[in-house]
């Protein structure tokens, strides 16, 4: 006799599916991101060579031509060095082509310019996270098979993401041991438009970081701690009301209902972006150095809004 199936849970929500609706322009946006021309273009060649009597050779837009396509095609700095000798023989081109200790050592103090918004206008929708980048140490079947060992280093990359576009607007830097909360002022500094909104998950939830998203007369969601009060402690002077105002209403209407009102999904769309970034330039950081661990990072989230400048599936669910 056929075993029959449980009756579905009516509790459970059905798993929503979504589709594409740009898949030609998408499409052709995936090829274009292979084009060296995104990063070896007519700007680059003009300005290859530094001027003003620094004493340096190549300017920094070279070598952060250099660096981004050392990131996008992940290579090591010898190939990168060689990768830029071959192009400069297939192309026909008169520049000269740093060597690979030039390359390691004007990473370490490379001016890396801020990133910058696209061409959208109105207030931002932020979602803030963090993710780690692993620097060296036991690899993923070594952890399962025989646990973890004492060289296991990491840094943590914190993002500011916005969640219209996907363009990352800002982010750190910073060690393993780093607590996300107090990052959450820093990147806020860093992007200079109008905020609406901020999403962030338990790890910043404070009154800090009340105070600092309030400050930029934005909106927190943030979801309150196990076991947050509504009423702030005696030794918390001047509370933002907003974190209580969060706790009262997960207590009337439950946590999953709360997240759904105020729109916290949002947040995972730093997940996303995150995603995008260790699979395209990859989960590790090449150098060794923590001044161009810096500068490696900073260059490879440039890449990544080039890239989603060029194109995003756009999709919509399918009821």
Not at 69 to 86: C, D, E, H, M, N
Request: aromatic share 6%; glycine share 8%.
């Amino acid at each position: 006799m056929a075993k029959q199936s449980p009756p579905p849970d009516e509790t459970c929500p059905a798993k929503r599916t979504w589709r594409v609706t740009n898949w030609p322009d998408y499409n052709r946006a995936l090829v274009s991101r292979g084009g060296v021309t995104l990063w070896l273009h007519d700007e680059v060649l003009r300005d290859w060579r530094a001027t003003g009597g620094k004493g340096m050779r190549y300017s920094d837009a070279a070598i952060l031509c250099a660096l981004g396509i050392r990131a996008v095609y992940k290579l090591p700095l010898r190939q990168t060095q060689g990768f830029l000798r071959s192009l400069k023989t297939m192309l026909g081109l008169t520049i000269p082509v740093p060597h690979y200790p030039t390359l390691s050592r004007r990473a370490a103090d490379l001016a890396v310019p801020d990133l910058r918004r696209g061409a959208q206008t109105g207030p931002l929708h932020l979602a803030i996270d963090s993710t780690g980048l692993k620097l060296f140490g036991e690899g993923e079947w070594k952890m399962r098979q025989h646990g973890k060992g004492k060289r296991r280093v990491w840094r943590k990359l914190h993002l500011a993401v916005d969640t219209e576009t996907g363009e990352i607007l800002a982010h750190t830097l910073t060690g393993s041991d780093h607590h996300d909360g107090p990052e959450l002022l820093g990147l806020l500094a860093k992007v200079k438009a109008p905020v609406a909104v901020v999403s962030a998950d338990k790890a910043y939830d404070s009154f800090v970081s009340h105070r600092a998203i309030l400050a930029i007369e934005a909106t927190p969601v943030i979801p309150p701690r196990t076991g947050a009060a509504i009423t702030p402690p005696s030794t918390e002077k001047d509370a933002p009301k907003t974190r209580g105002d969060a706790v009262r209403r997960i207590a009337e209407i439950g946590a999953k209902a709360w997240k759904v009102e105020i729109g916290y999904h949002r947040r995972s769309l730093a997940e996303t972006a995150m995603a995008r970034y260790k699979s395209i330039v990859g989960p590790n950081l090449r150098s060794r150095n923590r001044d161009t661990q810096i500068t490696e990072a900073a260059i490879a989230v440039r890449c990544i809004n080039t890239f989603t400048a060029i194109g995003m599936p756009i999709t919509v669910e399918i009821k």
